[in-house]
């Protein structure tokens, strides 16, 4: 299974970015994917998570009303919608998938995750 994130890039504070993880390697009945978020200095963090039934979502509290999950099934792709960009934002975003459904309480355990893509890089200017 591979992971290939794009759509990183520089914004300015306020702006928007939309990041895109695609899995190939495989056909996925089913599957969890996230996106984490690694600043500089700092432990890699959850940021959002989706099933791919769409039934469950989950996106940490720091970015809630700015950030958005979603998914395309047909191309085994999550997307990150990210709005009103901060500096706090600026970051190495990883994507990482789990072939299971696992459940909401657990989509910010990073050791649930079996794949992960090879991060992408949000610079937010101030």
């Known amino acids: 299974v591979q992971l290939q994130a794009s759509g990183g890039g520089v914004v300015q504070a306020g702006g928007s970015l939309r990041l895109s993880c695609a899995a190939s390697?495989?056909?996925?009945?089913?599957?969890?994917m996230a996106w984490f978020r690694q600043a500089p200095g700092k432990e890699r963090a959850f940021v959002a998570g989706t099933r791919r039934s769409g039934t469950t979502t989950r996106v940490t509290d720091s970015v809630k009303g700015r950030f958005t999950i979603s998914r395309d099934n047909a191309k085994n792709m999550v997307n990150l919608q990210m709005n009103i960009l901060e500096s706090e934002d600026t970051a190495v975003y990883y994507c990482?998938?789990?072939?299971?459904?696992?459940?909401?309480?657990?989509?910010?355990?990073?050791?649930?995750?079996?794949?992960w893509g090879q991060g992408t890089q949000v610079t937010v200017s101030s």
């Open positions: 390697g495989r056909t996925f009945s089913s599957y969890t």
């Open positions: 990482a998938l789990t072939p299971r459904n696992i459940i909401h309480s657990s989509m910010p355990n990073e050791n649930e995750y079996e794949y």
